[in-house]
């Protein structure tokens, strides 16, 4: 990277990821001083195409941002009006009275929404105040200053062969400079796995704990549809295999969004979370929803579940990891674009108070402290121990136990449990020789679909010129290690089918990776038992483009 000559753009503020976080940064940076120069830089072709969330929005997050965002045209639209919790069989389903939830469960006063559509609303906010945000503008890379500092980032290279030469039209992309570099890039970013490696920023922390949701829009048939409506479900298909659950949310013109979410700390290396979330959509109850129906759009992307335990430090000499590049999700409440939008806001009130001060390029402490003080740190603490009771107990201890802990947070702020998550999710795979292969019924192409099918509904593109953005560290360890000790996992964890082994007649197996289906959920990333992939960003714009996520 160093021989390569690039021209460079001065900021004070560089935001990488035009997400609920980024971008609530932008706003109130420019909200504080509207002479800051603020860049926002978007990998996906414009924003909102890479965001994929439930979603069931809390407002208090925008409330702060944007107290009048009722009068401004925000894209938010649908109050929920009926909560529902389902434990299900295989032929039936309990319903769990909301009354034995914890006041936080509750989603009365949230919004059901698409958050692109709610990202790309705020994109136009924010450029009404003077914010520069380029889209289809993948950062590559970060700059580092003198004492070590992040200094900026590398965006826009364009025009690499497959292998990593520069074509004819190659093109270097820019240096974009700024006092301070703010990185939203969502679960698993590239540059904050960087930054937090580099910085040693989750040394204090638990290993980070991921989930892989998946979800698919549906038209259906108005009479079955009940505007409002939110339904989550615990239990079949997944059983004793792992933890998860599904969301089924009745949004606006007869649609719903479902959804489905596999825990990546699973131990069996058969599980096919992809499939298990098509067998979900046979029970009774969502068949029947469903029925006369027809998917519009589908994706998937990891999500962060370590919560309060797994938070590294936020803020790094130059810079800030915000929202999710840090973990903010609410695991029981499947809720993290509240804390996007808080951490933004509290960002850019650091950042903007060390400008005034006269400072650049250091830690902006003040930002840490008021994600772990505040009202984030509030929110993530309360619920801390569900997830480790979850995985080390299973679903009925993280039922019962978890259930009466929240209770004990909401009523006396206080538990006397302070649980771990041990293994990181990679390392919960287990060898295939000690599990059970699972066998997973026939998608029957009109409440299932196989992989490929669904990911055309993603919408997703990649130019199949340039070098594949998901790298090994070493070639051999697909084949020699990952398919004879865990039975090629990789085949089955991407919901996306872009790995596979290809066994011919008188030939090694091959390990292919069919990048152009990637839809950059980053799961490979995580789950690899042997840490062996890497995800980086392709170049700008190329990945899914979800119309309505």
Not at 147 to 162: D, H, I, M, R, S
Not at 439 to 445: A, E, S, T, V
Not at 459 to 469: D, I, L
Request: aromatic fraction near 8%.
């Amino acid at each position: 990277m160093s021989e390569i000559e690039r021209e460079s753009m001065e900021y004070d503020i560089v935001i990488v990821g035009a997400g609920p976080a980024g971008l609530s940064a932008a706003i109130r940076l420019k909200q504080l001083d509207s002479d800051l120069n603020v860049v926002v830089l978007e990998k996906g072709s414009e924003v909102g195409a890479h965001i994929l969330s439930g979603a069931v929005l809390d407002p208090v997050g925008l409330d702060a941002l944007l107290p009048d965002w009722r009068d401004m045209g925000a894209p938010i639209n649908v109050p929920v009006k009926q909560d529902n919790f389902y434990m299900l069989g295989s032929d039936g389903s309990l319903r769990i009275p909301n009354f034995v939830m914890p006041p936080l469960m509750n989603n009365h006063g949230n919004y059901i929404v698409s958050m692109g559509n709610v990202c790309r609303w705020m994109a136009e906010k924010a450029e009404e105040m003077g914010v520069e945000i380029f889209p289809g503008m993948a950062c590559s890379d970060i700059v580092y200053g003198e004492n070590g500092e992040v200094k900026g980032v590398v965006a826009g290279e364009f025009g690499l062969n497959p292998d990593g030469t520069h074509s004819d039209g190659y093109e270097p992309g820019m240096e974009l400079h700024g006092k301070y570099v703010f990185l939203g890039e969502g679960v698993r970013g590239s540059l904050s796995k960087k930054v937090i490696a580099k910085y040693e920023l989750a040394v204090n922390a638990n290993p980070q704990k991921y989930g892989l949701g998946m979800k698919e829009i549906w038209e259906i048939d108005p009479e079955k549809h009940s505007e409002g409506t939110v339904t989550h479900t615990m239990g079949w298909p997944l059983g004793k295999n792992a933890g998860g659950g599904s969301f089924i949310y009745h949004l606006e013109n007869n649609q719903v969004y479902v959804g489905f979410v596999v825990h990546l700390n699973y131990e069996n290396p058969h599980l096919f979370p992809y499939m298990e979330f098509q067998r979900f959509k046979h029970h009774p109850m969502v068949a029947e929803l469903l029925k006369g129906g027809k998917r519009v759009a589908y994706g998937a992307r990891a999500i962060t579940e370590g919560g309060w335990q797994s938070l590294p430090k936020t803020s790094f000499p130059g810079g800030a990891l915000l929202g999710c590049s840090a973990g903010m999700v609410n695991v029981p409440r499947i809720k993290g674009n509240h804390n996007a939008m808080l951490s933004g806001k509290a960002a850019a009130e650091a950042a903007y108070q060390a400008i005034q001060d006269g400072r650049a390029g250091d830690e902006l402490d003040a930002y840490d402290g008021e994600v772990r003080n505040g009202p984030i740190g509030k929110d993530l603490k309360r619920v801390r121990n569900v997830k480790p009771l979850w995985s080390n107990y299973g679903l009925t201890a993280s039922l019962a136990i978890g259930g009466a802990d929240m209770w004990m947070n909401n009523l006396f702020n206080w538990s006397p449990l302070n649980l771990k998550h041990g293994k990181s999710d990679a390392q919960a795979t287990g060898e295939a020789s000690k599990h059970k292969p699972i066998d997973y019924p026939k998608p029957d192409g009109t409440l299932s679909f196989d992989r490929l099918t669904n990911v055309a509904f993603a919408f997703t593109n990649h130019e199949e010129s340039q070098p594949a953005h998901l790298k090994l560290t070493d070639d051999t360890v697909p084949v020699g290690v990952n398919l004879p000790k865990y039975g090629g996992p990789s085949a089955r964890y991407c919901p996306a089918g872009v790995y596979e082994f290809v066994e011919e007649e008188n030939k090694d197996t091959r390990f292919v990776i069919n990048f152009q289906n990637c839809v950059h959920c980053k799961t490979c990333d995580i789950k690899d038992p042997s840490q062996n992939i890497t995800w980086t960003t392709p170049q700008g714009g190329d990945g899914p483009n979800y119309p309505n996520m």
